[in-house]
């Protein structure tokens, strides 16, 4: 037969005659001298029980049958007073044989928790007032700081924080509490039961003994886990700009037989006896062209500028005296009417005279008439201007300065010199047309 004795959540030194009376007298329970519980004693006694079936032991009045069944791990009916008298209780706890079988004990102050989604070792520890070292010491199976699967649970300790081990075979909590250094007194505090009732199996909080060692191992696999990603990752990389690299290597030599091939091709091609019949053929056809434009431009030019010097210049060219005005200031003659210096005039006739000057000069009318267009057209942002059966084009502008229907006189500002439309630079492509036919405006401008 075991006695024990419990003053609410502690443990009180009481003399082992007071134990021996209580359980040898009936009810009411004498009780010793007050100077008799100050004589130092044992806080424990342990006495042999033949049976191994029952427990009796000493509690303060305030201490439930409830709250003694909880520590032992039984049912209240378990439990019953034998003696009590001035706040002393004396109870016997009954051991059923299936408490041989029992559930591992477990402090009632450490829950579980079950890991939801996103949590971390970090905020679940925050989140319960807990250091991340006071949730490693009660979860010394941890293998990682970082990785936690949802559904896995955790002990979370609520009051005294400490190591929580289980009781392996060839092991007591006695043993366990000698090894790590931990206090008797609090051990039993923390566990809500005296550590010798507990057995193989049971898990044991060791009050203010931390898992350090745990956290260092941790921390530093937690660095080499890091370093070693590291080096995957650099590995992937280096691994892929060599993938690209080759990729490159192989595209650029694929491009130079290609380019290689069709330069023989293009050499065989180019000293062929067919390419040369061609380009003869090409020569004479492009030499009777131009001859034939060239004849077509000088005898439309001596008549249309016959025409214009004579009478009826003063009726076609209102307001000028038959001549023209410069449509620009400053500028550099870069293309005659009817020349075919680019690929463009080559293809289309020039029918106008091109004035190069820097972008943004102002263009000025050549002669009085009306504003007929002023936007874009055939030249790009182009403004036309009509007087009887003239029209002046002047092309390839950056902006107009007049609108249509707009009355103008010679040298009022129209646009501004751009390179809209077709254009190579910016210039002005000035066109004079009478009776709807274009003329060399050279042979009327002074």
């Given at each position: 037969m075991a006695f024990l004795f419990f003053r609410g959540r502690r443990w009180v030194p009481l003399a082992?005659?007071?134990?021996?009376?209580?359980?040898?007298?009936?009810?009411?329970?004498?009780?010793?001298?007050?100077?008799?519980?100050?004589?130092?004693?044992?806080d424990v006694v342990l006495r042999p029980d033949p049976g191994g079936q029952s427990l009796r032991i000493v509690t303060d009045g305030?201490?439930?049958?409830?709250?003694?069944?909880?520590?032992?791990?039984?049912?209240?009916?378990?439990?019953r007073t034998i003696a009590s008298d001035a706040g002393v209780r004396v109870r016997e706890v009954r051991l059923?044989?299936?408490?041989?079988?029992?559930?591992?004990?477990?402090?009632?102050?450490?829950?579980?928790?079950?890991?939801r989604s996103g949590d971390t070792l970090a905020g679940v520890a925050a989140r319960h007032d807990l250091t991340v070292l006071d949730v490693l010491s009660a979860n010394l199976g941890r293998t990682s700081l970082d990785r936690l699967r949802p559904g896995e649970t955790l002990n979370l300790p609520t009051r005294?924080?400490?190591?929580?081990?289980?009781?392996?075979p060839g092991q007591s909590a006695l043993s366990l509490i000698a090894g790590y250094g931990a206090d008797l007194v609090a051990t039993a505090r923390a566990n809500d039961v005296l550590p010798t009732a507990l057995r193989v199996g049971d898990q044991l909080l060791l009050p203010g003994v931390k898992a350090e060692g745990l956290r260092e191992r941790l921390l530093a696999a937690r660095e080499a886990e890091r370093k070693a990603k590291l080096a995957r990752e650099r590995q992937q990389q280096y691994e892929q700009y060599l993938s690209w690299k080759a990729d490159r290597e192989r595209q650029a030599l694929q491009e130079k037989y290609a380019r290689q091939e069709k330069y023989e091709a293009y050499l065989a091609w180019k000293s062929s006896p067919e390419r040369q019949r061609q380009m003869a053929a090409y020569e004479r056809q492009a030499q009777y062209e131009a001859a034939q434009a060239a004849a077509q431009a000088r005898a439309r030019n001596s008549a249309q500028a016959a025409a214009v010097v004579g009478a009826s210049v003063g009726s076609t060219v209102a307001g000028t005296g038959g001549r023209l005005a410069w449509p620009l200031r400053s500028y550099r003659l870069t293309s005659r009417?009817?020349?075919?210096?680019?690929?463009?005039?080559?293809?289309?006739?020039?029918?106008?005279i091109d004035l190069?000057?820097?972008?943004?000069?102002?263009?000025?009318?050549?002669?009085a008439g009306t504003v007929a267009s002023s936007g874009y057209g055939a030249f790009g942002l182009n403004v036309w201007t009509t007087s009887g059966d003239s029209t002046a084009i002047y092309g390839h502008l950056s902006r107009t300065a007049v609108v249509s229907g707009q009355h103008v006189t010679p040298g009022q500002v129209l646009g501004y010199v751009g390179c809209t439309g077709v254009c190579t630079g910016p210039h002005l492509h000035f066109e004079l047309r009478l009776g709807g036919q274009t003329v060399d405006p050279l042979s009327l401008l002074p």
């Open positions: 082992a005659a007071l134990i021996g009376a209580a359980v040898a007298q009936t009810p009411p329970l004498p009780l010793p001298a007050p100077l008799d519980l100050l004589t130092p004693t044992a305030q201490t439930t049958e409830r709250a003694v069944a909880r520590r032992y791990g039984v049912g209240t009916g378990a439990v059923a044989e299936a408490a041989v079988a029992r559930a591992p004990a477990r402090p009632a102050s450490v829950v579980t928790y079950r890991v005294e924080r400490g190591l929580l081990l289980t009781i392996k009417y009817g020349e075919r210096d680019i690929a463009f005039h080559q293809q289309v006739f020039h029918g106008g190069a000057a820097p972008y943004g000069t102002p263009v000025y009318a050549a002669t």
